[in-house]
């Protein structure tokens, strides 16, 4: 037989590791070439992995949770061919990248093997080198582990860990290296502060079942209430509360992911490019009425319309009257970059946190096309299933606060871009309405803010006023998009 090692291929966009999100295969099943074998998550969406080649899964080589390099072998697969085994696969070295097993072939999967010295980075504190790979590491790795929480007590009085019902020692892991657990159980030990490590399994194989989780949970709690008041003198009604509930006081969250590179992103626009905002607040009660109309068209029934939809289009008419404001500051070759296309970003609030995912040449789209794209897009985005390459080479981004009842804000520009709009929430207000006599009335109208910031570098105070301005007068009156489109 012959033994074939995948390792973690490159997803692009400059991305160098990933966290292990699910795996859809076991040892012993057998795979077809570009079969989905696990799921995974890096900095930009989640993204499951085919495998090249049809075989046997002969050892899962990473556990669930971990967050490994781009090059670090994850997977081997018997061929069946025959031929010698290929060698055990050694530990990753950190900064170096992992070879291939030989004939491994990857070519016929886009985008997958590691670019050269695209890897190359420091030790990750606390990074836990693959479980199959390296059995003797990782035993060593559990009896320091094991070690180090052996000696962990109170620290006023020692003897009430001894006093306690719980056991003093936890539990030791499977000789894998990590505790058995399934994602939600071990989502729920981190929503509660719990090293899987400590808490004693009574499932099937040694796994850690949901149960044992909350029941560790309430063994700690009570615990840890009898230790403070052994220790202590001080009266009950003094003692501290928790105003959220039972828990610690502080909770740790690691940067990672989406997060990690959201805050990356912002630093880095906020301090390089001179943001200037402008607010506007007009009447979009003929968006409104447009909006109504176009939910009742035969055309649009397949389609979500929102007032929304209608600003993407009028955003496309106005860059097109405005087009300094579709370009980016070159600093390297200091040269202004004119994009004569619109890839309209549209910012989305998942719940693995903002994601900007962008609508290619939406500049040659009908409002249908917008329409059925946008839909596509905000689904995509709600189930986490966003690509790379769905998030880059955006143009100009919208950022809806409306949805959230709010009524405007100071948006950051998104990076590789000049300008975001900001689209606040719309409220029946009263408003001041001239009629055909010139006369001032009051009436009930509905309102709303929009703020645009851009670059001050590239986008001077009348380029981005002219902008804004058209952007108000199309929301204000859909039919001046006829005269200017």
């Known amino acids: 037989m012959a033994i074939k090692t995948f390792n973690l291929p490159d997803p692009g966009e400059g991305l160098v590791e990933a966290e292990i999100v699910e795996w859809k295969v076991k040892p012993g099943d057998t795979v077809k070439v570009n ?55 050694a530990p990753s070295i950190p900064g170096e990248k992992a070879a291939p097993a030989e004939g491994a072939s990857e070519a016929i999967l886009v985008g997958y093997g590691a670019k050269a010295g695209a890897t190359a980075r420091r030790a990750r504190k606390g990074s836990v080198a693959p479980v ?16 180090a929480a052996a000696p962990v007590a109170e620290p006023v009085v020692p003897a009430a860990r001894v006093e306690s019902p719980a056991p003093a020692v936890p539990a030791v892991a499977p000789a894998g290296g990590r505790p058995k657990a399934k994602p939600p159980v071990r989502k729920l030990a981190k929503d509660l502060g719990i090293d899987l490590a400590s808490v004693t399994p009574t499932g099937v194989d040694g796994i850690i079942t949901r149960d044992d989780v909350t029941n560790h949970a309430s063994g700690a709690s009570m615990n840890g209430a009898a230790a403070q008041a052994d220790s202590t003198a001080v009266p009950a009604a003094t003692a501290y509360r928790m105003p959220f509930g039972a828990g610690e006081r502080e909770e740790r969250t690691p940067i990672k992911g989406v997060r990690k590179m959201t805050a990356q992103a912002m630093v880095g626009s906020a301090f390089t490019a001179p943001h200037v905002t402008e607010w506007i607040t007009i009447d979009v009660t003929k968006t409104m009425e447009l909006v109504d109309r176009l939910k009742g068209s035969r055309e649009f029934k397949d389609v979500k319309v929102t007032p929304l939809l209608v600003l993407a289009r009028a955003l496309v008419l106005a860059v097109r009257r405005n087009p300094g404001m579709n370009a980016t500051w070159d600093e390297a070759n200091q040269e202004i970059v004119q994009k004569n ?19 290619k040449d939406a500049h040659a789209m009908t409002m249908l096309e917008l329409a059925q794209a946008i839909g596509q897009l905000t689904a995509t985005a709600r189930e986490g299933r966003t690509q790379p390459a769905e998030m880059s080479g955006g143009t100009m981004t919208i950022t809806n606060v409306g949805v959230f009842g709010v009524d405007s804000g100071t948006p950051i520009i998104n990076p590789g871009e000049s300008a975001i709009v900001c689209f606040g929430a719309i409220r029946k207000q009263p408003w001041v309405v001239t009629d055909a006599d010139g006369n001032d009335e009051i009436a009930i109208r509905h309102v709303t803010q929009l703020a645009v910031s851009f670059d001050h570098r590239l986008i001077d105070g009348e380029l981005g006023s002219r902008f804004l301005s058209d952007l108000a007068a199309i929301m204000a009156d859909p039919a001046q998009a006829l005269v200017w489109g």
């Open 341 to 359: 296309y619109v890839n309209l970003g549209i910012a989305a609030a998942t719940p693995r946190g903002l994601i900007v995912p962008n609508i």
């Open 35 to 89: 079969d989905m074998v696990l799921e995974i998550e890096t900095a930009k969406s989640l993204v499951e992995l085919p495998i090249p080649w049809a075989g046997t899964v002969k050892d899962l080589l990473v556990e669930v949770g971990q967050t490994i390099d781009v090059g670090t072998p994850i997977i081997s697969i018997d061929d069946g061919l025959g031929g010698d085994e290929a060698p055990a696969v």
């Open 132 to 147: 199959a790979a390296a059995p003797v590491a990782a035993a060593r790795t559990e009896t320091e582990q094991v070690a």
